[in-house]
């Protein structure tokens, strides 16, 4: 399988607790979008890298939330002292440069208890 | 206001059905607008992109109209494989890959 993959799927956790979430991108990508979707909602933009470089961070990435992308390939998502606001899946996406179309990987569902 | 908006729906439509969604975006600044389909506890998937002038891709057409920050879809000869949600989706930039603002997304189920 060749498209966005993350990992894990689920993700269920206490209140409080720190949680990271993985994502690796189409390999040949160097584009790569982090977003969270509620039920009921569409997704929403938190932050992207080109590269190894934080392009773009949205309100929405509060002080706990920090991601990564360290050597340019894959993605990591940290969420520190978890709330139940927190509980929505998290999307990863990627594109090249030049493309029109963002590819979106199965996303994690999280459940923050 | 919300950046992007669509009526939630759902809209529950025969087989064979024509079927019309709209949606209104706030920032007349958004240069770019396309529409993903989303189906249930799935990835929202690129289905097509809107330009001015109108595009058809099969029984899918989307047009745009800049002047009145509006954005719509038609889906002609429905099928059941049509059933999902579909998002409106703007950017400010000149393609897709940048930051996508989404809309809440529209929920149509086609009924055999």
């Known amino acids: 399988d060749t498209g966005v993959s993350q990992d894990p799927r689920h993700k269920i956790t206490k209140r409080g607790q720190n949680v990271t979430f993985r994502c690796d991108p189409i390999?040949?990508?160097?584009?790569l979008y982090w977003y969270r979707q509620t039920l009921g909602q569409g997704p929403e933009f938190l932050t992207y890298f080109q590269n190894e470089a934080q392009l773009e961070k949205s309100r929405l990435l509060s002080d706990r939330f920090s991601a990564e992308r360290p050597k340019g390939s894959f993605s990591t998502l940290e969420i520190q002292r978890t709330e139940q606001g927190d509980s929505a899946m998290y999307l990863c996406?990627?594109?090249?440069?030049?493309?029109?179309?963002?590819?979106f990987g199965p996303g994690t569902r999280l459940l923050v208890l | 206001r919300k950046e992007v908006e669509q009526d939630p729906g759902p809209f529950n439509v025969p087989e064979g059905a024509t079927v019309a969604f709209n949606c209104t975006y706030s920032n007349s600044a958004s240069q770019s607008f396309f529409w993903y389909r989303q189906d249930c506890r799935k990835e929202p998937k690129l289905l097509m992109s809107?330009?001015?002038s109108g595009n058809e891709d099969g029984r899918f057409t989307a047009q745009l109209n800049r002047a009145s920050q509006y954005i719509s879809l038609l889906i002609r000869d429905s099928k059941l494989s049509d059933s999902a949600t579909y998002l409106c989706?703007?950017?400010?930039?000149?393609?897709?890959?940048?930051?996508?603002?989404f809309g809440t997304g529209t929920r149509l189920t086609i009924i055999p």
């Open positions: 996406a990627s594109s090249s440069a030049d493309q029109e179309t963002q590819y």
């Open positions: 390999s040949e990508h160097n584009r």
């Open positions: 809107v330009y001015s």
């Open positions: 989706v703007v950017s400010l930039f000149n393609f897709g890959n940048e930051k996508l603002t």
